[in-house]
């Protein structure tokens, strides 16, 4: 073993908050290649990569397979963050980063995370309540200094994952939602497909023998430079051939093989290693000292099974053979496992069909799933599991639920229209992993699925996902509805844009869920949808915050989730409504929303909450009027509850123009209009499957699998 350079180590990355991948490859080896193996990280040109490759293979241009879950806090690039996300923004900066790649000729296939795996169920709870600490940090921040804490505390704005898969789609990108856990899929893409490359920040890809690994974390986006890591230099420093690097990576412990079983073996190895340097860490002799133990084992099945047989596994004497083989790509074999000893990698199809008997629809689910065109709808069909990670939520605020109570009833009516009646009535349950303040994620909450009130019941899938006409339109229109109990305000919304009016479904069921919203809050909603439209991702960036409040960082976030639940509803009902339609950067920006909310409590003018556009005041009493008739009908009264201007200061009031005198009343309940008039005018056009951008400046277009 050649002697490694003298440096400490320690796991890669910050450190930060990331509601993503439970755990990123194995615990300390990035950290451990950057400081102690440096001739094992190069500094490679990516735009001279793709040119060789050019000339080494001229009728297959140079392809990146991206680990976007492990990208996703890289590509968040705008300051704010904690506000709710500023999605035009981060919608700009992913076209930048698809353009550098584009410029240089390299084609970009994107890859996300499908599902958890049940052997990852353990590390993710972990992740999760740790996170819960993480934002309560966040929250005690904001309260005492009124502002967004610094870089050392950022966590990705809420379902930024989710989103960032189909703003790439609308991007025009291949986007890949798997099957199984993402890195041995991106692992086998790279292989299969002769890319360049990986790009992502995940230490597995060390450990797979496929395609080189490149640093998302090092890019130099401008110059397109960054780190590649080499197996075969890690190898040259360890000792060890790339045939021991799957069993070091389980002995190291990995998503298989938990490190609590691990500790006993370590310390011998420990004892034993002439490569002890008290310069090192802890970690770093382990990782040493296995290296060398694995050295001096021969390659073959009866040595795994002799080392099996040492470990302390309990009962499941198979997990490193196991855990050896998660590492192996298609077509591969190792000498650790005879092939006879080999198990599918794959789901088995009785195991992904156990909760829809229907292969047609089925096979629908599933393949829009892995196209990234719907949205959690294949996940409850193959196995009636969901989960949901953490959300910028303050605990302390009693006042509003948690956003997985809050949409617990609209998911509930989504599920009874994705999911048969058995004999009798009854509806298989769905078991929910679903993060809030008081669940401690000892096991999943098992939801019982609730019929919509729809006249003459609720259409099959059937009939919402193949059939054609325009009373089929309807259908999926008034289904999505009645999943937020609006199915009676079906003509006021369908004269409204689409955006809009999914907007509209949104704050009406959040007002109706949540008694403690009140009049400001609903007015800084309204003023947030009306002003946002028209505005560039540069216009939103120079906006200004004096001051951050934490109540409206908890709002934004509860809206934000909200988003996700009008998606579920939209895939399960056929898609009433164009994916692009509903999607944040559409509906929502945290800086615009902050202003709204301080504004609207602190009882500014109308004119000013409105940005002194007189055009924008009929739609927002037209809009008002709408929730108010809803809220009126259940029995919902809102009330004024103004928050004083006590985290606002100099601030001056301006002059309001006559036109906007109509004063934010706590009685106030205006005539409403059957027709929304104006500015919020929908122009006519199809309904439903086609997916397109909204943005204005792209107008590729793509369709939904025919049915």
């Given at each position: 073993?050649?002697?490694?350079?003298?440096?400490?180590?320690?796991?890669?990355?910050?450190?930060?908050?990331?509601?993503?991948?439970?755990?990123?490859?194995?615990?300390?080896?990035?950290?451990?290649?950057?400081?102690?193996?440096?001739?094992?990280?190069?500094?490679?040109?990516?735009?001279?990569?793709?040119?060789?490759?050019?000339?080494?293979?001229?009728?297959?241009?140079?392809?990146?397979?991206?680990?976007?879950?492990?990208?996703?806090?890289?590509?968040?690039?705008?300051?704010?963050?904690?506000?709710?996300?500023?999605?035009?923004?981060?919608?700009?900066?992913?076209?930048?980063?698809?353009?550098?790649?584009?410029?240089?000729?390299?084609?970009?296939?994107?890859?996300?995370?499908?599902?958890?795996?049940?052997?990852?169920?353990?590390?993710?709870?972990?992740?999760?309540?740790?996170?819960?600490?993480?934002?309560?940090?966040?929250?005690?921040?904001?309260?005492?200094?009124?502002?967004?804490?610094?870089?050392?505390?950022?966590?990705?704005?809420?379902?930024?994952?989710?989103?960032?898969?189909?703003?790439?789609?609308?991007?025009?990108?291949?986007?890949?939602?798997?099957?199984?856990?993402?890195?041995?899929?991106?692992?086998?893409?790279?292989?299969?497909?002769?890319?360049?490359?990986?790009?992502?920040?995940?230490?597995?890809?060390?450990?797979?023998?496929?395609?080189?690994?490149?640093?998302?974390?090092?890019?130099?986006?401008?110059?397109?430079?960054?780190?590649?890591?080499?197996?075969?230099?890690?190898?040259?420093?360890?000792?060890?051939?790339?045939?021991?690097?799957?069993?070091?990576?389980?002995?190291?412990?990995?998503?298989?093989?938990?490190?609590?079983?691990?500790?006993?073996?370590?310390?011998?190895?420990?004892?034993?290693?002439?490569?002890?340097?008290?310069?090192?860490?802890?970690?770093?002799?382990?990782?040493?000292?296995?290296?060398?133990?694995?050295?001096?084992?021969?390659?073959?099945?009866?040595?795994?099974?002799?080392?099996?047989?040492?470990l302390p596994l309990r009962s499941d004497k198979t997990l490193l053979c196991r855990g050896v083989e998660s590492y192996l790509l298609p077509g591969q074999q190792s000498p650790w496992i005879p092939p006879n000893a080999r198990n599918c990698q794959l789901f088995s199809l009785q195991q992904q069909t156990a909760m829809c008997q229907?292969?047609?629809?089925?096979?629908?689910?599933?393949?829009?799933?892995?196209?990234?065109?719907?949205?959690?709808?294949?996940?409850?069909?193959?196995?009636?599991?969901?989960?949901?990670?953490?959300?910028?939520?303050?605990?302390?605020?009693?006042?509003?639920?948690?956003?997985?109570?809050?949409?617990?009833?609209?998911?509930?009516?989504?599920?009874?229209?994705?999911?048969?009646?058995?004999?009798?009535?009854?509806?298989?349950?769905?078991?929910?992993?679903?993060?809030?303040?008081?669940?401690?994620?000892?096991?999943?909450?098992?939801?019982?699925?609730?019929?919509?009130?729809?006249?003459?019941?609720?259409?099959?899938?059937?009939?919402?996902?193949?059939?054609?006409?325009?009373?089929?339109?309807?259908?999926?229109?008034?289904?999505?509805?009645?999943?937020?109990?609006?199915?009676?305000?079906?003509?006021?919304?369908?004269?409204?844009?689409?955006?809009?009016?999914?907007?509209?479904?949104?704050?009406?069921?959040?007002?109706?869920?949540?008694?403690?919203?009140?009049?400001?809050?609903?007015?800084?909603?309204?003023?947030?949808?009306?002003?946002?439209?028209?505005?560039?991702?540069?216009?939103?960036?120079?906006?200004?915050?004096?001051?951050?409040?934490?109540?409206?960082?908890?709002?934004?976030?509860?809206?934000?989730?909200?988003?996700?639940?009008?998606?579920?509803?939209?895939?399960?009902?056929?898609?009433?409504?164009?994916?692009?339609?509903?999607?944040?950067?559409?509906?929502?920006?945290?800086?615009?929303?902050?202003?709204?909310?301080?504004?609207?409590?602190?009882?500014?003018?109308?004119?000013?909450?409105?940005?002194?556009?007189?055009?924008?005041?009929?739609?927002?009493?037209?809009?008002?009027?709408?929730?108010?008739?809803?809220?009126?009908?259940?029995?919902?009264?809102?009330?004024?509850?103004?928050?004083?201007?006590?985290?606002?200061?100099?601030?001056?009031?301006?002059?309001?123009?006559?036109?906007?005198?109509?004063?934010?009343?706590?009685?106030?309940?205006?005539?409403?209009?059957?027709?929304?008039?104006?500015?919020?005018?929908?122009?006519?056009?199809?309904?439903?499957?086609?997916?397109?951008?909204?943005?204005?400046?792209?107008?590729?277009?793509?369709?939904?699998?025919?049915?």
């Amino acid at each position: 073993m050649r002697s490694p350079a003298p440096a400490g180590s320690g796991s890669a990355g910050s450190g930060c908050c990331e509601f993503q991948r439970s755990v990123m490859g194995i615990k300390g080896l990035q950290g451990f290649v950057a400081r102690v193996c440096p001739d094992a990280c190069r500094t490679v040109d990516l735009r001279e990569m793709a040119e060789k490759h050019r000339i080494d293979h001229p009728d297959f241009p140079p392809v990146v397979v991206v680990d976007a879950m492990s990208c996703v806090r890289y590509w968040y690039t705008p300051e704010s963050w904690v506000c709710g996300g500023q999605w035009r923004e981060y919608l700009a900066s992913l076209e930048d980063f698809i353009k550098a790649f584009m410029a240089a000729g390299i084609k970009l296939v994107f890859y996300f995370d499908g599902v958890v795996e049940e052997k990852k169920r353990d590390e993710w709870i972990k992740r999760r309540l740790q996170n819960n600490k993480e934002i309560a940090r966040i929250f005690q921040f904001i309260k005492t200094h009124r502002k967004q804490p610094g870089r050392e505390m950022f966590v990705v704005p809420s379902a930024l994952p989710t989103f960032t898969r189909f703003a790439l789609k609308s991007l025009g990108q291949k986007t890949v939602c798997t099957l199984q856990e993402a890195d041995f899929e991106v692992a086998a893409y790279g292989l299969q497909h002769n890319c360049i490359g990986i790009l992502g920040q995940d230490s597995d890809y060390l450990i797979y023998n496929t395609c080189p690994y490149f640093s998302i974390e090092k890019l130099r986006l401008d110059r397109l430079v960054t780190v590649m890591y080499s197996r075969e230099d890690l190898c040259r420093v360890l000792g060890l051939s790339l045939t021991h690097l799957p069993l070091f990576a389980c002995l190291l412990g990995n998503d298989v093989v938990p490190e609590s079983l691990l500790g006993g073996f370590w310390q011998k190895c420990l004892v034993t290693s002439p490569h002890k340097n008290n310069s090192y860490n802890r970690r770093t002799n382990v990782l040493l000292a296995v290296a060398n133990y694995i050295s001096k084992v021969p390659c073959s099945y009866s040595s795994l099974k002799h080392l099996e047989e040492m470990l302390p596994l309990r009962s499941d004497k198979t997990l490193l053979c196991r855990g050896v083989e998660s590492y192996l790509l298609p077509g591969q074999q190792s000498p650790w496992i005879p092939p006879n000893a080999r198990n599918c990698q794959l789901f088995s199809l009785q195991q992904q069909t156990a909760m829809c008997q229907d292969k047609e629809i089925f096979q629908l689910a599933k393949e829009q799933h892995i196209q990234s065109e719907n949205y959690t709808i294949f996940n409850i069909l193959s196995n009636g599991e969901i989960e949901c990670s953490n959300s910028l939520e303050d605990e302390c605020d009693t006042e509003i639920p948690g956003q997985a109570l809050i949409y617990r009833p609209a998911r509930q009516h989504i599920y009874s229209v994705l999911l048969e009646s058995e004999k009798g009535g009854a509806y298989p349950v769905v078991k929910e992993w679903f993060v809030y303040f008081g669940n401690p994620l000892q096991q999943p909450e098992l939801i019982q699925p609730v019929q919509p009130s729809i006249p003459g019941g609720t259409p099959n899938l059937k009939t919402l996902w193949f059939a054609k006409g325009p009373d089929v339109e309807k259908q999926r229109y008034s289904t999505f509805l009645a999943c937020f109990h609006l199915q009676d305000g079906m003509e006021e919304l369908q004269a409204l844009e689409a955006p809009v009016a999914a907007f509209c479904c949104l704050l009406a069921y959040l007002m109706m869920q949540v008694s403690s919203l009140s009049l400001e809050d609903l007015n800084a909603f309204l003023a947030l949808i009306l002003c946002l439209k028209g505005k560039s991702a540069a216009q939103l960036a120079g906006l200004q915050l004096a001051q951050v409040d934490s109540r409206a960082v908890h709002l934004g976030a509860v809206f934000v989730r909200g988003l996700t639940t009008l998606l579920m509803a939209n895939s399960t009902c056929g898609f009433p409504f164009r994916m692009d339609d509903l999607m944040p950067w559409e509906q929502f920006d945290g800086k615009l929303f902050q202003e709204k909310y301080q504004q609207s409590h602190r009882g500014c003018s109308l004119e000013e909450l409105l940005e002194g556009n007189e055009s924008l005041y009929t739609p927002f009493q037209n809009l008002k009027s709408f929730i108010y008739k809803v809220c009126m009908a259940k029995k919902r009264t809102i009330q004024s509850r103004p928050r004083g201007n006590a985290f606002i200061t100099g601030t001056q009031r301006r002059e309001f123009n006559p036109r906007f005198q109509q004063t934010h009343r706590s009685s106030f309940v205006p005539p409403y209009h059957n027709q929304m008039r104006g500015f919020l005018w929908r122009n006519p056009q199809p309904q439903g499957r086609e997916y397109r951008s909204g943005h204005p400046d792209r107008r590729r277009r793509f369709h939904l699998p025919p049915r």
